[in-house]
């Protein structure tokens, strides 16, 4: 008995005294290591720093923070079932990326969801997971019914280019803002280049074309009625795969062209039909003869007039080219329309014009030399275009749907890059009356 009393009078003190000190380094030691994770922490996530200094609480401070932290953190994390499919489904459509992007311009169909599962052994989930990020990023789409497909989109090759007369000219900007509206749904970026009516300047943007990687072109043509040097590099582009769309004119010479234009024959019969039905026998007409729109519209014109008995004279066809075109753009230079109405105006009870800017420009003519319209003469035009309003009097003119042209076009080009056939489409028109115009005498239509 008095053996263990003095062990424990000597000994115990110094067990206890060796213990505290034992404690105290360890406390100490896992509040700097607290210290430097707090400190990293709060460099690499900015997180708050920890309340409180007391050493004696380290060991409380740094499980409460990684306790904390672990559910903010990915550093933290521990690893769960949730983390693991996230791991997976990201794996997975890394693995699936690749190999699209390794076809970038081929439209094809990926397997199915089964067969994906069973192919990287992951759940439906999973897969659809997948599946669902690729097509945020544009490179598949779901068609109902038939599974998933690669868009034949990538990251150097989502590229539209478009070739304008002039971009600038007074339709085009409403046009191209349509176009771009239903690429840029699909992920597609738009280039406009402009040609300024120039063949050799078409010739030169498909000769950077030719060299750049592009999916698709939409061709507003240069000087369609007339043999164009350029069909070799069309040939080319379309051998390249490049998806080949005309809008408004097209080169007959080249085989096999994709077009979207105006039903002009139609136009032209419209308009010729309207103005007989209102009395008038001595029409006049002011058409481009260098774009195929020109030639079509007068011949549905002259149809219109030898269908009801009515003689077309030659000498009341004024025919403009894109250089005249160009000059009364750029220079209001009015010039060959003021020779041709002092020549013809009083022999005319009605004109039918190309488009609006052509009629806005005859109708102020028309008033500085004191014809009044419509009282002593008549103007019909195409399009239903801004220019239609900016007179004194609103111009009758024909019109398509709203947005008509541009969407058509970027959705007929859509459907070629995913590899369908797409056909050529002539727009309808409907008349748009205003005040340009007014009866000269009634006739009825059998």
Known sequence: MLFLTSYFTIKLPVFSFFFLVTFLICSYFVHFLSGWRVFFSAVLFRSPSPPGENPAMGIFLCYNLWKEQKQEYPFFRVPEQENEMAAKYIRLADRLREQILQTTGQVYKLPSENELCKQYQVSRQTVRTALQLLAQEGLIEKRCGSGSYSTGLGYMKNRIAVIAGNAEEYT????????????????????????????????????ELSDTAVRGLIVQGTKTTLPNPNLDLYERLRKKGVALLFLGGYYKAFSSSVYI????????????????GRGHTRIG????????????????????????????????????????????????????LTAFLR????????IICQNDEI????????????????????????????MSELGSIRITTLSHKEHEPGQSAARALLRMIQGETVLPEELSWRLAAGGSDAPCGAVSFP
Request: aromatic content about 14%; charged content about 25%; some cysteine.
């Open 172 to 207: 085009m900007p409403a046009l191209l803002a349509d176009i771009k509206s239903v690429l840029r749904e699909k992920g597609y970026q738009t280039n406009v280049y402009s040609t300024h009516f120039r063949i050799s300047e078409e010739r030169r943007i498909l000769e």
């Open 285 to 336: 007409a002011v058409f481009q003869m260098d774009e195929i729109a020109g030639p079509e519209r007068y011949q549905g014109f002259s149809a219109a007039l030898r269908d009801f008995s009515i003689s077309l004279l030659d000498d009341l066809v004024l025919w403009y080219t894109c250089l005249e075109l160009e000059a009364l753009e750029t220079r209001s230079d009015t010039g060959f």
């Open 261 to 276: 234009k105006d039903d002009n024959y139609y136009g032209g019969y419209l308009l010729g039909k309207y103005l007989i």
């Open 343 to 350: 020549k013809n105006a009083s022999l005319c009870s009605a």
């Open 359 to 386: 009629a806005y420009w005859l109708i102020r003519e028309l008033h500085y030399a004191k014809v009044r319209v419509p009282e002593d003469i008549s103007v019909v035009s195409f399009d239903n275009s801004y």
